[in-house]
């Protein structure tokens, strides 16, 4: 076994033959973690990748951020305050229905579709409706159609 760790990584890469852009990923994400201010590992959001309907350049600032989800092509994310901000593709409402109150405590975002829980335990559901994602909530939710 080699002494040094980035020699390690070098001829492991090259052992396992894995493809070029994953030895590259592994790389930057070694660098993020390691060289990230501390605001951005505390409540910040950074994003990476694909654009084509904003979802990198549209990224909220700021670090009152304590949950994110990613759908197909827009995101979610889940602010201190218990309010929901989302940004990326609009299909089937999916920005632009976003709720607008706070007391969410959770968020998960499906293909196109999104949930929320709220403290009082009841689930919004906002997005495409096409196999009951959004119409077969459980009791108690509420539909943003």
């Not at 894995?18 to 060289?35: E, P």
Request: with cysteine; net charge negative; aromatic share 10%.
């Amino acid at each position: 076994m080699p002494q040094k760790t980035t020699t390690f990584w070098k001829e492991g890469i090259m052992r396992n033959k894995l493809h070029k852009s994953f030895s590259t990923i592994v790389l930057i994400a070694l660098i993020a973690v390691l060289c990230l201010p501390d605001f951005a590992r505390a409540g910040a959001i950074l994003s990476w990748g694909w654009d084509y309907d904003s979802q990198v350049n549209n990224t909220p600032s700021g670090s009152e951020y304590i949950g994110i989800a990613g759908g197909s092509n827009y995101n979610l994310a889940l602010r201190a305050d218990g309010s929901i901000v989302s940004w990326g593709s609009d299909n089937y409402g999916l920005v632009s229905n976003t709720p607008t109150e706070s007391g969410f405590t959770a968020i998960a975002a499906g293909y196109f579709h999104s949930l929320a829980l709220k403290e009082d335990g009841s689930i919004l559901s906002w997005g495409k409706d096409d196999a009951g994602q959004i119409s077969d909530a459980p009791e108690g939710g509420v539909l943003l159609l």
